[in-house]
Protein backbone atom coordinates (compact mmCIF):
# COMPACT_ATOMS: atom_id res chain seq x y z
CA UNK A 1 0.00 0.00 0.00
CA UNK A 2 1.49 3.46 -0.76
CA UNK A 3 2.28 5.89 1.73
CA UNK A 4 -0.72 7.93 1.32
CA UNK A 5 -3.48 5.53 0.59
CA UNK A 6 -2.36 3.76 3.57
CA UNK A 7 -2.33 6.60 5.68
CA UNK A 8 -5.63 7.58 4.31
CA UNK A 9 -7.11 3.74 5.45
CA UNK A 10 -5.42 4.13 8.98
CA UNK A 11 -7.41 7.50 9.07
CA UNK A 12 -10.57 6.73 8.47
CA UNK A 13 -10.26 3.33 10.63
CA UNK A 14 -9.06 6.13 13.29
CA UNK A 15 -12.01 8.41 12.47
CA UNK A 16 -14.13 5.25 12.74
CA UNK A 17 -13.60 4.47 16.31
CA UNK A 18 -14.21 7.73 17.51
CA UNK A 19 -17.26 7.15 16.50
CA UNK A 20 -18.09 4.24 18.68
CA UNK A 21 -15.65 2.74 19.75
CA UNK A 22 -13.92 4.94 22.72
CA UNK A 23 -15.35 5.61 26.14
CA UNK A 24 -15.47 8.44 28.88
CA UNK A 25 -14.37 8.39 32.13
CA UNK A 26 -12.39 10.67 34.83
CA UNK A 27 -8.93 10.02 36.49
CA UNK A 28 -7.16 12.16 38.90
CA UNK A 29 -3.66 13.49 37.49
CA UNK A 30 -1.47 15.81 38.94
CA UNK A 31 -4.13 17.11 41.67
CA UNK A 32 -6.29 17.88 38.65
CA UNK A 33 -9.15 15.87 37.31
CA UNK A 34 -8.96 15.13 34.19
CA UNK A 35 -11.83 13.89 31.31
CA UNK A 36 -10.01 10.63 29.49
CA UNK A 37 -11.70 9.95 26.14
CA UNK A 38 -10.02 6.54 25.37
CA UNK A 39 -10.09 2.59 24.88
CA UNK A 40 -8.41 0.79 27.43
CA UNK A 41 -5.06 1.78 28.03
CA UNK A 42 -5.70 4.62 25.08
CA UNK A 43 -5.95 8.05 26.19
CA UNK A 44 -7.01 10.33 23.07
CA UNK A 45 -7.00 14.04 22.07
CA UNK A 46 -10.08 15.14 21.62
CA UNK A 47 -12.08 18.57 20.90
CA UNK A 48 -12.85 20.11 24.72
CA UNK A 49 -16.08 21.86 22.98
CA UNK A 50 -17.66 18.41 23.01
CA UNK A 51 -18.01 18.31 26.87
CA UNK A 52 -21.77 19.94 27.71
CA UNK A 53 -21.72 19.31 31.28
CA UNK A 54 -20.51 18.25 34.21
CA UNK A 55 -22.09 17.78 37.91
CA UNK A 56 -20.24 17.74 41.36
CA UNK A 57 -21.92 16.91 44.48
CA UNK A 58 -21.41 16.79 48.34
CA UNK A 59 -21.99 13.59 50.44
CA UNK A 60 -24.97 13.90 50.84
CA UNK A 61 -26.02 15.13 47.18
CA UNK A 62 -25.47 18.66 47.23
CA UNK A 63 -24.75 19.81 44.04
CA UNK A 64 -21.02 21.72 44.25
CA UNK A 65 -20.15 24.22 41.57
CA UNK A 66 -18.24 22.55 38.76
CA UNK A 67 -15.94 24.51 35.55
CA UNK A 68 -15.23 22.92 32.89
CA UNK A 69 -11.55 24.17 31.58
CA UNK A 70 -11.45 23.40 27.87
CA UNK A 71 -7.99 23.02 26.99
CA UNK A 72 -6.55 22.30 23.31
CA UNK A 73 -6.45 18.25 23.32
CA UNK A 74 -9.05 17.71 25.78
CA UNK A 75 -11.37 19.33 29.10
CA UNK A 76 -10.30 19.06 32.94
CA UNK A 77 -12.98 19.76 35.58
CA UNK A 78 -12.76 21.50 38.42
CA UNK A 79 -15.25 21.65 41.07
CA UNK A 80 -15.16 24.35 43.77
CA UNK A 81 -14.38 21.81 46.58
CA UNK A 82 -13.20 18.47 46.78
CA UNK A 83 -16.74 16.30 45.63
CA UNK A 84 -18.20 12.89 46.65
CA UNK A 85 -19.55 12.45 43.50
CA UNK A 86 -18.95 13.68 40.02
CA UNK A 87 -20.60 13.36 36.43
CA UNK A 88 -19.55 14.59 32.62
CA UNK A 89 -21.44 14.00 29.36
CA UNK A 90 -19.75 14.27 26.04
CA UNK A 91 -22.03 14.31 23.04
CA UNK A 92 -19.74 13.20 20.01
CA UNK A 93 -22.32 14.37 17.76
CA UNK A 94 -23.63 12.61 14.52
CA UNK A 95 -21.77 10.67 12.52
CA UNK A 96 -22.53 8.90 8.86
CA UNK A 97 -20.45 6.65 6.95
CA UNK A 98 -20.20 7.38 3.46
CA UNK A 99 -20.74 4.71 0.80
CA UNK A 100 -17.16 4.92 0.47
CA UNK A 101 -17.02 3.35 3.74
CA UNK A 102 -15.50 6.68 5.62
CA UNK A 103 -16.68 7.69 8.32
CA UNK A 104 -17.40 11.64 8.85
CA UNK A 105 -19.04 14.16 11.52
CA UNK A 106 -22.27 14.67 10.16
CA UNK A 107 -25.82 13.18 10.04
CA UNK A 108 -27.64 11.35 7.50
CA UNK A 109 -29.14 14.65 6.17
CA UNK A 110 -25.67 15.97 5.22
CA UNK A 111 -24.59 12.83 4.16
CA UNK A 112 -25.68 11.48 0.27
CA UNK A 113 -26.78 7.62 0.60
CA UNK A 114 -25.10 7.32 3.84
CA UNK A 115 -24.71 3.89 4.68
CA UNK A 116 -25.31 4.25 8.47
CA UNK A 117 -25.26 7.15 10.94
CA UNK A 118 -25.05 7.17 14.80
CA UNK A 119 -24.95 10.30 16.99
CA UNK A 120 -22.88 9.55 20.16
CA UNK A 121 -23.36 9.91 23.61
CA UNK A 122 -21.11 9.25 26.43
CA UNK A 123 -21.49 9.72 30.04
CA UNK A 124 -18.97 9.13 33.52
CA UNK A 125 -20.00 9.14 37.05
CA UNK A 126 -17.28 9.19 39.63
CA UNK A 127 -17.88 7.99 43.42
CA UNK A 128 -14.57 9.89 45.25
CA UNK A 129 -15.83 9.55 49.26
CA UNK A 130 -16.95 6.95 51.43
CA UNK A 131 -21.11 6.98 51.95
CA UNK A 132 -21.75 9.59 49.66
CA UNK A 133 -25.38 9.63 49.02
CA UNK A 134 -26.12 9.71 45.33
CA UNK A 135 -28.35 12.39 43.48
CA UNK A 136 -30.75 11.64 40.94
CA UNK A 137 -29.14 10.69 38.09
CA UNK A 138 -31.73 11.77 35.21
CA UNK A 139 -29.06 13.37 33.60
CA UNK A 140 -27.16 10.78 32.64
CA UNK A 141 -29.27 8.30 29.53
CA UNK A 142 -26.88 5.47 30.42
CA UNK A 143 -25.99 5.16 34.57
CA UNK A 144 -24.38 2.24 35.79
CA UNK A 145 -25.29 2.88 39.50
CA UNK A 146 -23.90 1.12 42.13
CA UNK A 147 -26.40 -0.61 44.46
CA UNK A 148 -23.79 -0.19 47.62
CA UNK A 149 -20.91 1.74 48.46
CA UNK A 150 -18.43 0.78 45.62
CA UNK A 151 -15.84 2.20 48.23
CA UNK A 152 -15.96 -0.01 50.71
CA UNK A 153 -16.74 -3.59 48.87
CA UNK A 154 -12.80 -4.18 48.40
CA UNK A 155 -10.83 -5.94 44.98
CA UNK A 156 -11.99 -9.26 44.65
CA UNK A 157 -15.29 -9.10 45.83
CA UNK A 158 -18.36 -8.25 43.89
CA UNK A 159 -20.40 -5.37 44.01
CA UNK A 160 -23.80 -5.05 42.49
CA UNK A 161 -24.85 -2.51 39.89
CA UNK A 162 -28.43 -1.70 38.26
CA UNK A 163 -27.36 -0.58 34.47
CA UNK A 164 -30.23 2.41 33.76
CA UNK A 165 -31.30 3.99 30.07
CA UNK A 166 -33.04 7.05 30.21
CA UNK A 167 -33.98 6.22 33.68
CA UNK A 168 -35.15 2.39 33.43
CA UNK A 169 -33.77 -0.73 34.17
CA UNK A 170 -32.08 -2.11 31.14
CA UNK A 171 -31.43 -5.42 30.31
CA UNK A 172 -29.62 -7.49 28.47
CA UNK A 173 -26.69 -4.81 28.53
CA UNK A 174 -23.13 -6.17 28.85
CA UNK A 175 -20.90 -5.02 31.68
CA UNK A 176 -16.96 -4.63 30.76
CA UNK A 177 -15.32 -4.51 34.60
CA UNK A 178 -12.20 -3.59 33.65
CA UNK A 179 -12.64 -1.23 31.19
CA UNK A 180 -9.28 0.59 31.01
CA UNK A 181 -6.76 -2.83 31.63
CA UNK A 182 -9.55 -5.26 29.76
CA UNK A 183 -11.82 -3.30 27.51
CA UNK A 184 -12.92 -6.19 25.61
CA UNK A 185 -13.98 -8.56 28.38
CA UNK A 186 -17.40 -8.88 29.28
CA UNK A 187 -17.48 -9.30 32.81
CA UNK A 188 -21.50 -9.82 32.90
CA UNK A 189 -24.85 -9.26 31.97
CA UNK A 190 -27.69 -7.38 33.35
CA UNK A 191 -31.13 -9.22 34.17
CA UNK A 192 -34.80 -8.19 33.87
CA UNK A 193 -34.22 -5.77 36.80
CA UNK A 194 -31.09 -3.99 34.80
CA UNK A 195 -28.80 -5.68 37.20
CA UNK A 196 -25.69 -7.56 37.70
CA UNK A 197 -22.66 -8.47 40.31
CA UNK A 198 -19.19 -8.01 39.12
CA UNK A 199 -16.08 -8.90 40.91
CA UNK A 200 -13.73 -5.45 41.91
CA UNK A 201 -10.83 -6.00 39.76
CA UNK A 202 -8.20 -3.57 41.33
CA UNK A 203 -6.82 -1.62 44.00
CA UNK A 204 -6.27 1.82 42.27
CA UNK A 205 -9.17 3.03 39.75
CA UNK A 206 -11.57 0.66 38.31
CA UNK A 207 -13.54 1.54 35.63
CA UNK A 208 -16.95 -0.33 34.86
CA UNK A 209 -18.10 0.38 31.50
CA UNK A 210 -21.24 -0.64 29.32
CA UNK A 211 -23.00 1.11 25.57
CA UNK A 212 -25.96 0.34 24.01
CA UNK A 213 -27.66 1.79 20.45
CA UNK A 214 -31.26 3.15 20.36
CA UNK A 215 -32.88 2.79 17.00
CA UNK A 216 -34.61 5.93 15.71
CA UNK A 217 -37.50 6.88 14.25
CA UNK A 218 -37.64 6.24 9.79
CA UNK A 219 -36.63 9.82 8.93
CA UNK A 220 -34.37 10.74 11.69
CA UNK A 221 -31.63 12.26 11.15
CA UNK A 222 -29.64 9.46 12.35
CA UNK A 223 -30.62 5.56 12.22
CA UNK A 224 -29.50 5.48 15.92
CA UNK A 225 -28.25 6.81 19.12
CA UNK A 226 -25.09 5.61 20.64
CA UNK A 227 -24.85 5.39 24.42
CA UNK A 228 -21.98 5.15 27.05
CA UNK A 229 -21.43 5.19 30.36
CA UNK A 230 -18.67 4.11 33.10
CA UNK A 231 -18.44 4.06 36.93
CA UNK A 232 -15.47 4.61 38.38
CA UNK A 233 -14.14 4.13 42.23
CA UNK A 234 -10.78 3.27 44.09
CA UNK A 235 -10.99 0.09 44.75
CA UNK A 236 -9.23 0.59 47.80
CA UNK A 237 -8.11 3.98 50.05
CA UNK A 238 -4.89 5.59 48.73
CA UNK A 239 -2.50 6.01 51.40
CA UNK A 240 0.68 7.98 51.12
Known sequence: MHAPLKTAALLALFIASQAGAHGLWTEERRGNIEVVYGHGAEDSAFK????K???AYDTSAKMIPVTIQRLADHARLQPLKPPAVLAVM????????????????QDRTQVKNAIESTHSFKYSLAIYQEGAHLPKLDKLRLAIVPQSDPLKVGPGKELEVQVLVDGE?????????????APHEISGK??????ARLKV??????????????????G??????????SLTFLGEPHHE
Not at 90 to 105: E, H
Open 48 to 51: AEKI
Open 53 to 55: AAW
Open 90 to 105: LDNGPWSQTPDKQWVN
Open 169 to 181: PAADIELIGDYRG
Open 190 to 195: TGKDGR
Open 201 to 218: RNEGLNVIAAATRIAQPK
Open 220 to 229: AATDQVSLFG
